[in-house]
């Protein structure tokens, strides 16, 4: 089950408290101070784990706590210090404040530890209070108090490319073409429900996280549909593939249709509408072969005026253009991420 959001009650240890004791032996009625200090509580710790990617552990467990520290005791004994709670969540998990919105965490690397809830200190014994104007001290002091707060995490998934597009445009039967992931496909909409991620391989030994994304449809950026729960995903992506059914069911335009997703991301998010993108016109196979080049070729500078970095004609279901698309997609990440190896790709001629 995917769950991309929890809310999670954490209380950090409470520190141990200082000990105030004499020593008191055979022939020695009036030792000095040994009061040991106490130990100090354990923190909560947020710690990016690679290996997750769901928050459902915490809708079964939200409450985390850290122990107290041990008090300190008599023949200058230290309580123990407690150990820490450790919270491990999926790479990408932002970490926000409850109470004040506070972002508190963002977990982007493997091992990235964030303290959330410091532990309290531990008190101070008798014996630390001890000098020579100050021979026999009665004080200690108490351990530090615990934290306690409510946190919201919310997961946005890491990948290299987002699919977007309308319902049943064909971006998950593209993960199944260029991954191994296994996402339900079906010739009906909405049929994912959650984010899917798979990694296609390139030749070379290259690799791109690829995110499929629940169908987008009209009014997602307000609520409507699966989309706006999970239009925060695309906002972790280095660039956009947008994914039009060339020949939509209800008979709707493709130019229209990427416009209406367009404006969809850009209402969500100004920064999310301008990462890089590039348009894969989906279904050609069932277009008459003679017309798919013509289709391409029209619809490439009308696109492209409106931001597109590629288009490219393909089939999912055949795999036909499959290639060129990952290529150009690759070309696309490695620009943003600054490593070259940016190979042009001929649009119009990539059916």
Known sequence: ????????????????????????????????PDGGDGGNGGDVVIVGDRHLDTLVEFAYKPLWFAEDGEGGSGANCFGRASDHCIIRVPLGCQVFDVETEELVADIMEPGQRVIVAPGGRG???????????????????????SVIRNLR?????????GLVGLPNAGKSTLLKATTRAQPKVADYPFTTLSPQLGIAELPGDRRIVIADL?????????????????????????A??????????????????????????ATFSPELARKPEIV??????????????????????????????????????????VPKALQAA???VAAERGCGDETPTNAATAW
């Open 123 to 145: 008190g101070r014994g008798n014996n630390s209070f001890k000098s020579a104007t100050h021979q026999a001290p009665v004080e200690r002091e108490l351990g530090g108090e």
């Open 280 to 321: 894969l016109l989906n279904k050609l196979d069932l277009m008459p072969e003679d017309e798919r080049a013509a289709f391409v070729k029209d619809l490439t500078p009308r696109l492209k005026r409106r931001g597109a970095r590629a288009v490219l004609g393909i089939s999912g279901a055949t795999g036909d253009g």
């Open 1 to 32: 089950m995917f769950v991309d959001s929890a809310i999670i009650n954490v209380k950090s240890g409470r520190g141990g408290n200082g000990s105030s004791h004499f020593y008191r032996g055979k022939g020695i009625p009036k030792g000095g």
């Open 214 to 238: 629940p169908g987008l449809i009209e009014g997602a950026a307000h609520g409507a549909g699966l989309g706006h729960d999970f239009l925060r995903h695309i906002e972790r992506t280095r």
């Open 240 to 265: 956009i593939v947008h994914v039009i059914d060339c020949l939509p069911p209800d008979g709707s335009d493709p130019f229209e249709n990427h416009k209406l997703i367009r404006n969809e991301l």
């Open 330 to 332: 690759w070309d696309m």
């Open 153 to 161: 995490l919310e997961l946005k998934l890491i990948a290299d490319v």
